[in-house]
């Protein structure tokens, strides 16, 4: 807790959200959006360089997998199968667009489904991944145990890091879009 900055005993169990607890929602600070800076109400900006075109994008996206419509790209190399691949891009618990703007990241709990967001491969998943499917090779390699071992939770915190490539490497960092 933080003393009160105000005249006056007491705490200002408020501070963290400038005031204004309705209209924050980071208080950690790390999502202040494109400028990094707190408008005027005390809330975060918007991230206004992803644009009507990539929430468009998401949105047909969903409304194309509720219909059974996915599309899947050159090198396409998924472990979750086409009912649960469905499944996170109809109803996920988050999108993530990567700070490149190349890749979409769909996650539904610890599963995640990587989407190009550009290019000729633009609406079509490259990979999904972790713990409802196989951990695979390429999971076994970089994490240890059988290709066959249920694959590793991927969390919010690794995707805003750079989530890790079923194949090696990291895909680059993202930030919560929806």
């Known amino acids: 807790m933080q003393e009160d900055v105000y005249q006056g005993d007491g705490l200002n169990l408020y501070a963290y959200c400038r005031n204004n607890p309705v209209v924050y929602y980071d208080p950690s600070?790390?999502?202040?959006?494109?400028?990094?800076k707190f408008n005027e109400d005390g809330g975060t900006e918007s991230i206004k360089s992803t644009d009507s075109k990539i929430n468009k994008l998401v949105e047909d996206i969903i409304q194309r997998a509720k219909k059974g419509d996915i599309r899947r790209g050159k090198g396409y190399h998924g472990r979750l199968g086409?009912?649960?691949?469905?499944?996170?891009?109809s109803i996920p618990d988050a999108v993530y667009l990567t700070n490149?703007?190349?890749?979409?990241i769909f996650r539904k709990e610890y599963d995640v489904a990587i989407v190009d967001a550009k290019g000729s491969n633009k609406r079509s998943i490259i990979t999904s991944y972790d713990p409802s499917g196989p951990r695979g090779k390429s999971g076994a390699d970089i994490y240890g145990g059988s290709p066959s071992d249920p694959g590793?939770?991927?969390t919010h915190e690794q995707i805003l890091?750079?989530?890790d490539k079923p194949k090696g490497g990291k895909f680059p960092p993202a930030t919560q879009i929806r």
Do not use: F, R
């Not at 600070?29 to 990094?36: K, L, N, P, Q, V």
């Not at 086409?82 to 891009?89: A, C, F, N, R, S």
């Not at 490149?100 to 979409?104: D, P, T």
């Open 29 to 36: 600070g790390y999502d202040c959006g494109g400028s990094g």
């Open 161 to 163: 890091s750079g989530t």
């Open 82 to 89: 086409d009912k649960l691949e469905q499944e996170m891009l």
């Open 152 to 154: 590793m939770p991927v």
């Open 100 to 104: 490149n703007k190349e890749k979409l």
